[in-house]
């Protein structure tokens, strides 16, 4: 069975850091491209972060680029996202997401980690 599994969401104040973890089974993950991907409460998804299946390449939106940083480990068959100076915007249910037809819409993804940024 394909499967996504997210982890590491928490509360963290203003300023502060998380580090998500993704876990991936049931497919090939070393040549998979791999996506973070949040949805804000009352919000859309939006697209966060991209990292390739060697995990040479990475993209970063412009909210999150020069705070976040994206990276995997294919023998352990897992991702990372690591967030820094984090801010209230960012608070969102976090996903990572399997490329699918060249894009992270439709692809399969895992149940989601929460992240609330407050004081």
């Known amino acids: 069975k394909r499967q996504l599994v997210e982890s590491g969401g928490g509360l963290v104040q203003p300023g502060g850091s998380l580090r998500l973890s993704c876990a991936a089974s049931g497919f090939t993950f070393n040549v998979a491209v791999m996506y973070w991907v949040r949805q804000a409460p009352g919000k859309g998804p939006e697209w966060v972060s991209t990292?390739?299946?060697?995990?040479?390449?990475?993209w970063y939106s412009d909210s999150v680029k020069g705070r976040f940083s994206v990276s995997r480990d294919n023998a352990q068959n897992t991702m990372a996202l690591q967030m820094n100076s984090l801010k209230p915007e960012d608070t969102a249910v976090y996903y990572c997401?399997?490329?699918?037809?060249?894009?992270?819409?439709?692809?399969?993804r895992g149940p989601g980690t929460q992240v609330t940024v407050s004081s």
């Open positions: 990292i390739s299946s060697r995990g040479d390449v990475t």
């Open positions: 997401v399997k490329q699918s037809g060249g894009t992270w819409t439709g692809g399969l």
